[in-house]
């Protein structure tokens, strides 16, 4: 009987042990993802639309009764 808790306990140790393990290994590479996209600041490209004008966008006639 126990053989089979010592086998029970060195198992789950070992289990514990890999689950921490992919843990830190996930963390880690999301905070390198994150930090490669953050100096790529995040693939926007303030060239990309120089001519963007918001006030095309802007809203006209909101209150405006039609008579």
Do not use: H
Not at 42 to 65: L, R, T
């Amino acid at each position: 009987m126990t053989d089979v808790r010592k086998d029970a306990q060195d198992q789950a140790e070992q289990s514990y042990l890999d689950f921490m393990r992919w843990c830190k290994i996930s963390t880690y590479t999301i905070i390198a993802a994150f930090l490669i996209l953050a100096s790529c600041n995040f693939g926007v490209d303030d060239k990309k639309y120089p001519n963007y004008n918001g006030e095309v966008y802007a809203p006209m006639n909101i209150g405006v009764k039609d008579e």
